[in-house]
């Protein structure tokens, strides 16, 4: 059965880095698209990365566009976030999820599109 498990969040200072995992299990990564999104609160859901399985083609918003890189580890089942230059309005639970239907939810950052997501890992920015 499809699932997804985030790691790497915590806390960090502005201008400082944190690499976030999502370890996917019950299909390959070449096969179905990685999306990274977060929530903070009182917000809705944001699209932060897109990875296809396709080609492993990235997408990014404007807003983290340069400081956030999305990569995968095939063989490890593993898709990573490398997030640097962290500002404030970076803070909120941090989730991965795939668009298991063949869709293109994760392409244009539809949260409802997504089939299926992780739990979570919290990312705090201090002041």
């Known amino acids: 059965q499809v699932q997804l498990v985030e790691s790497g969040g915590g806390l960090v200072q502005p201008g400082g880095s944190l690499r976030l995992s999502c370890v996917v299990s019950?299909?390959?990564?070449?096969?179905?698209?990685i999306g990274w999104f977060r929530q903070a609160p009182g917000k809705e859901r944001e699209g932060v990365s897109c990875?296809?399985?396709?080609?492993?083609?990235?997408h990014y918003p404007d807003s983290v566009k340069g400081r956030f890189t999305v990569s995968r580890d095939i063989a490890k089942n593993t898709v990573y976030l490398q997030m640097n230059n962290l500002k404030p309005e970076d803070t909120a639970v941090y989730y991965c999820?795939?668009?298991?239907?063949?869709?293109?939810?994760?392409?244009?950052?539809?949260?409802?599109?997504?089939?299926?997501w992780g739990k979570g890992t919290p990312v705090t920015v201090s002041s």
């Open positions: 999820g795939t668009d298991a239907a063949y869709g293109s939810s994760c392409f244009f950052f539809r949260a409802s599109g997504m089939d299926y």
């Open positions: 019950g299909f390959t990564l070449d096969r179905y698209d």
């Open positions: 990875i296809r399985g396709s080609d492993g083609t990235t």
